[in-house]
């Protein structure tokens, strides 16, 4: 069985920092694109980075300068610096893996991230 499990959210002031874990079992995703992905109350779910089986990264302007995406494939894992955080981050990050046409086949349950002063 295939598992996406996320950790590290919580809660931060802003102008802070958090990082954000997934850490995958059932299946190697070293080959595959993995992303975050984030969920704001009333919102649709949108992508906030991307990276492919070859460590190439993709930023929508939104996170971009303030969140970096990075892999380890020998520990299946996939990590979301957050910087500079701001209210407007306040979501649930969600992590995603293998790519399938414009969507991802695998999700974990999300992690809440909460910016708050």
């Known amino acids: 069985q295939v598992q996406l499990v996320e950790s590290g959210g919580g809660s931060a002031q802003p102008g802070g920092s958090l990082r954000l874990s997934c850490a995958a079992s059932g299946k190697s995703f070293s080959a595959n694109s993995m992303a975050w992905y984030s969920q704001a109350p009333g919102k649709q779910r949108e992508l906030v980075a991307s990276?492919?089986?070859?460590?190439?990264?993709n930023y929508p302007d939104s996170g971009k300068g303030r969140f970096t995406i990075s892999r380890d494939n020998a520990k299946n894992m996939v990590f979301l610096q957050m910087n500079s955080l701001e209210p407007e981050d306040t979501a649930i990050y969600y992590c995603?893996?293998?790519?399938?046409?414009?969507?991802?086949?695998?999700w974990g349950q999300g992690t809440q991230v909460t910016v708050s002063s």
């Open positions: 990276i492919s089986g070859a460590g190439n990264t």
């Open positions: 995603a893996g293998m790519k399938v046409g414009r969507t991802y086949r695998y």
